[in-house]
């Protein structure tokens, strides 16, 4: 109890630290107080790892790697058990392995999806990335002039997309060609009313194929 | 065992019996662990990779584990001694999660960085616009899979995953449908007239069909317009389905004769109307001459039709003459 008292003290102070390495500026020091800083939480990270295995009895290892690709520690300590379980990890089918892994991005993911108050973060994220974006804009307007032949080009590719709407409307336009047809058809029915010579709105003929010639029906027997 | 002052409250660490409290303990810590982990690979831009076994030997899972870059790359380069490959850098600054868990950590957003904006390189600053275009696109996802995890528990498998990118994939597509669904409905109502030059001859059942919806898409149509429309119609169609039982008799090379009987249409017609009323006026003779007494004009209107009907049945196609055979059974009725 007295050394996780001392531990949980050390953590606070641990944020305090990190706080006065926001305001510092020097860099040695600074340099010191993250060094601190990171292998404090590496030990916190190695002691979750050896409280799970304990709590559950299961079996726990980290491989950790520095930004430099060392090999700077591993946990348990042994490294002939650590490659037992990768062995067995690294044999396993894909579709096994697949199975519960996750990585830093889609864990961070989860956590953010997974807690509302992040929303809020999100937006004041995205309210910051959207003036960023404009003041990055406007800078690289006044540093390159020559940026506007660039504007032009993006219009030119926009002016490429039109052929691809064109054949549509050529498509539009075929579909549309028997519907014209049949007005004019129509028309071309409609013109031979006026040639009746009776009274009635409308006559009838017959045509006879053999001699060629016309046979009008009389009104009266028709309507 | 209990401290005073407070609720909380640290357990011993040694296994657990109770099995519910094993799982749930399990699961909680592990989450835990993997978010240690996360933030000293953001701290310290480690390479980190997490192995744990399950609780229960009946599980499914072979394997829980956590990985940045990935559980494999670290796996394999610890199995064969090697330094693992570094992250892509651009795939970090383009991650919504990373950026957003950086800056709670107190490193701040790395498009607010001095460097960047001292930066007078046009090269450097278009890349950033270019990664920042894209983290703004992946926030808007990340939003729209936030409102999608709403009511549901996120399982954390990558199939999972990708099941909820087709969903989006089929949200889009019904999109794209709609907007050809509006493009399609422009032409019908406005055709131009140039098109009337270009226009050939189908088949005449088709113009039909074709004229009939012609006129119903027109939008301005008062009712009586409608109506007249519809009438006259009718009467177009009766004419043009006994032309159309003429094509349906001819063969592919006696379509040729027929257009050429077409091209002469108006010939035979004023012809056909001067030899109506010559043969007119000779039945009214004969009759007269046939009948004694009083001649009434009814009665030649009605001979008329039946003797002229004998002359069209003679030589005819069997399936013409079977409509005039119906129509001079109607004529009989009157």
Redesign the interface.
Known sequence: MDSSMSTKKKTKLSVRNQTCFKKSSLSSSSTAKKTTNLSMREETMFKKALELSTLCDIEVCVIYYGRDGELIKTWPEDQSKVRDMAERFSKLHERERRKKRTNLSLFLRKKILDDNKLSEKVLEMKDSLESGLRVLQDKLLLLQPENQTELGQSRAVSSTTNPLSSPEDHHHQQWTEPLVTGVSNTEQDLSTSPLSNHQSKYSVFVYNHDSGSFYQVPDSICF | ?V?KGGTKR??A????QKRDS?RV??TK??E????????????????????????SSES?????????????A??????SGQ??V?KDNK?TRE???????R??L?LG?W??DES?ARS?N?QE??E??DS??T??RN?KE??A??AL?CNQA?V???ED?KNNDKCDFVSDHETHDQTLIL??AS??CC?PEN??E?????N?T?????????IC?VPDNSPENFNEITE??D??RS??ETFCVMDNNAALPEMNLDYD?DIGFDT??E???N??FSDNTTHQEISASILNAVVDDQVS?DL??FS?FQ??L???NLRFSDC?KDFANT?SA?
């Open positions: 065992m401290k640290k357990i660490i040694e296994t657990i094993l303990t399990c810590r592990r835990g662990l993997y978010s240690k982990a996360s933030q000293l690979c953001l701290l310290s831009d480690a390479q980190i990779a997490i192995l744990a076994t399950p609780p499914n899972v072979s394997f829980y584990s956590f990985g940045h870059s990935s559980v494999d670290v796996v394999s380069a610890f199995l330094r693992p570094p795939e991650d919504v999660g990373i950026c957003l868990t800056n709670n107190g957003f498009w607010n960047l007078e046009p600053i278009s950033a616009i920042m275009r983290l703004l926030l990340l939003r899979d936030e995890a996120f954390n498998d990558r995953l493009q399609s032409p019908i055709i098109l009337n270009i226009t050939q001859e189908p005449q088709l113009n039909i069909q074709s004229s009939t919806s012609a898409c006259e119609q009467q177009i004419i043009c009987q035979p017609f012809s056909a109307l030899d109506w209107v008329t039709p002229y002359r069209c003679d030589g005819d005039f004529i009157l």
